[in-house]
């Protein structure tokens, strides 16, 4: 919560994805922010699904008439960061390198705007663990711990994803979690089939 006396209640919130973001938008205006959206997400793939989740997030901004902005998608950038770890599994070492790549850029477009804050949906999901996402943040000055999974944020964003008509993704975004969804749909499907015969 910031501290009502300070006149510039402006909060840079990385924005994973619309859906993500229903909760934590939700939240940080109840806590007098003045939320600015920021999707920085090189790691999404292909560009066709980056391009995608960022049509929905204009959705989510205009509904609540908030500004929004975008990087420049270079996801070779992102490829570069986590060389070496495209094998790990998904939560592995790999998303706290990503975890990083994009908090970082987060707090440089702060930086390029005075803003003094900055945080990000990613805790919110319940396949993320924010106690990393916080140790990882806390690194880069002007970054605010909100664990937006508490008080049920998951579901709530679930909930106000469907009531809002927001298109809501299958894998995290990089091409090795849509692997690995694409492996686990394969599996589950294949398991549905033998109990069946």
Known sequence: MIDNKENDKR??????CAPCSTTCVERLIEEGYQVILWFS???IYPQDENNKRFGELIKLAQFHNLEVLRNN????AW???????EDEKEGGERCSICFDYNLSMTQEKAKELSIKYFTTTLTVSRYKNSLRIFEIGN???GFVEKNFKKKDGYAKSIQLS???GLYR???CGCEFSLRDALKYEKEKAEKLKNNNL
């Open 11 to 16: 909060i840079l919130l990385h924005c994973c």
């Open 41 to 43: 997400n090189d790691n």
């Open 73 to 76: 998608y270079n996801h070779e």
């Open 79 to 85: 490829l570069d960061r986590v060389k070496g770890y």
């Open 139 to 141: 690194k880069y000055t």
């Open 162 to 164: 469907k009531e809002l």
């Open 169 to 171: 993704q299958k894998y």
